[in-house]
């Protein structure tokens, strides 16, 4: 199957620095990722739609201005979390849809923990 | 607003049993759906994929069947093994949109 890697997959900051995470389609090209947030022991909850070349649609409630979001090519989206604090600790998680093919399914990267202290 | 709910919350069975996992969904309007498991502190692995056409789809020990009409996705797991063991998330694709609808997921423990 395709893969998507997330790199870091682990991440430790202190309040207020920004963090930046890459979310790569290594064996195929996605014109579209998504990403998503996850709380312990909960499902997984749509941040925003990224669109290689376009500025990324977020969801109802999720600040663009804090998690900017890049993709800047067919392979690559980056995820910056902005001036992080405590709240902002969970697990993010990216997934992308080839760009080829009909059925309409997607690929998960292994998903990048954040702490904030 | 489509709304995914998965039942049970949370299952432990002896290993070599069959069992199923439900998913349904509020608006039959689905453009797929699709299965997923997610180990501990890790992504998601895709399973099986029922495009709105089809009915089941069957990889291995794992089937999934769709009935769009009642709003329902069965995940049968034959000849459960520990290495089953994991979260197990149904998500939906909304016709007209991209994103996925996720349910809550069930928890699945076969013990040895």
């Not at chain 1, 999720?62 to 001036?83: G, M, P, Q, R």
């Not at chain 2, 498991?37 to 992504?43: I, N």
Request: charged share 15%; aromatic share 8%; proline share 4%.
């Amino acid at each position: 199957g395709a893969v998507v890697s997330q790199h870091p997959s682990w991440v430790i900051c202190k309040s207020g620095t920004s963090v930046k995470i890459e979310c790569r389609s290594l064996d195929f090209q996605a014109t579209t990722m998504f990403w998503y947030r996850q709380f312990p022991k909960q499902s997984l909850m749509l941040m925003a739609t990224s669109n290689e070349g376009s500025k990324a649609t977020y969801e109802q409630g999720v600040e663009k201005d804090k998690f900017l979001i890049n993709h800047a090519s067919l392979t690559l989206s980056t995820l910056t979390v902005t001036s992080a604090h405590p709240e902002d600790s969970s697990f993010y998680i990216c997934s992308a849809r080839p760009l080829a093919g009909g059925a309409v399914e997607l690929f998960f990267g292994e998903g990048s923990r954040l702490t904030v202290l | 607003k489509q709304e995914v709910t998965q039942i049970p919350a949370a299952l432990s069975v002896p290993e070599g049993e069959n069992l199923v996992l439900n998913c349904s969904f509020t608006d039959s309007a689905i453009y797929n759906l699709q299965w997923f498991r997610q180990d501990p502190g890790k992504g998601l692995t895709s399973l099986l994929l029922i495009q709105s056409s089809q009915r089941e789809q069957t990889s291995g020990r794992l089937n999934a069947s769709l009935d769009k009409s009642s709003g329902r996705s069965t995940l049968y797991i034959a000849a459960s093994q520990p290495g089953d063991s994991a979260t197990y998330l149904c998500a939906v694709i909304i016709q007209g949109a991209q994103k996925l609808v996720f349910g809550q997921g069930t928890r699945l423990t076969i013990n040895p």
